[in-house]
């Protein structure tokens, strides 16, 4: 089966745009591929996160992704820093990547310009320390959205390059994967654009049913059409697209009918859509619960994928120390 690698950043909790746009594809994936995933809290040092708050993110975010379905019998599930051998092959990615083109990285130079007082050296090696997760699994396809499409050339260049530099065929190169054929952008409530935790317009996936029903009915619309089937605005193409994930086919064509013959009530809309929203995220969040308090859980799932992980990760670097020329003088 061919090899999958992901790294989700533990930072703040899942909203619905995280579920349908990523994670619904992680978990078809692990159907089909043999899927590593992990909780990447190295990744997230850049940032410099209180220890309490790292702490409790990383518990979090292994407790959602567990309750959206990814389940530890089909892929590897573990945390970033329990694997010491990705650091050993940083190191050694590090040695062939150059200044010039870690500056050139988009996210690098953004970061840089948004947190001016703390541009460090794990910010400018952020994509070698990223192409080192993928490459000690030889992954071939690495799930990931547009935004990482820089980071992830800088791992082929890596692969490419450790490949030229000692003669070998060693590390494939990986290709971004979508696995989803069309692109879905879930977009907030405030009217335009997506849904995003730095827009500040998320339903979270641990939020309660009244919660959500707020959330939705403080949604932006416009009155209704007064021509019959005029296009809509994109808060109310918003409200639609949100209707089509988490209602069934009948109520969105029923709306639909409403809005092309303009007796549309957004009231009646909301509500509705406020329903199907909450018994789309209940379950989910019911599972939240649980897998959060059950931290001897979280422990054993962690623990196991990590030693899978450690395992596929140690094999790799065995052959890269060889290649390297690391031969054990004393054995
Ligand atoms: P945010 O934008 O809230 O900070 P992240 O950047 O952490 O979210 O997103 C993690 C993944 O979730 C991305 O790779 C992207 O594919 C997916 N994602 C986030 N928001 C949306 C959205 N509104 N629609 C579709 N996918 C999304
Ligand atoms: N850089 C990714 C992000 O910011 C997270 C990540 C870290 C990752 N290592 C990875 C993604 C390896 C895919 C593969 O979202």
Redesign the pocket.
Known sequence: MEKVVSGI?P?GNL?L??Y???VTSFVKMQEDYDCMFFIADWHSLTTQPKPGDLRRSVKTILAEYLACGIDPEKATIYIQSDVKETLELYLYLNMNAYLGELGRVTTFKEKARKQPNNVNAGLFTYPTLMAADILQHKALKVP??K?QQQNMEMARKCARRFNNIYGVEFFPEPQDFTYSAKA????GLDGSG?????EGN?VYLCDDDKTITNKVKKALTVSGAEVPNSPKPECIENLFTLLEICSAPEVYKFYDERWNDCTIRFGDLKKQLAEDMCNVIRPIRERIMEFSSNDTLLEKIAREGAERARESAAKTLREVREIIGFTPVAR
């Open positions: 950043r930072t909203h745009g995280n349908f746009g990523a990931v959205g935004d879905l952008k879930i977009p997506k849904m995003g935790k730095s998320c």
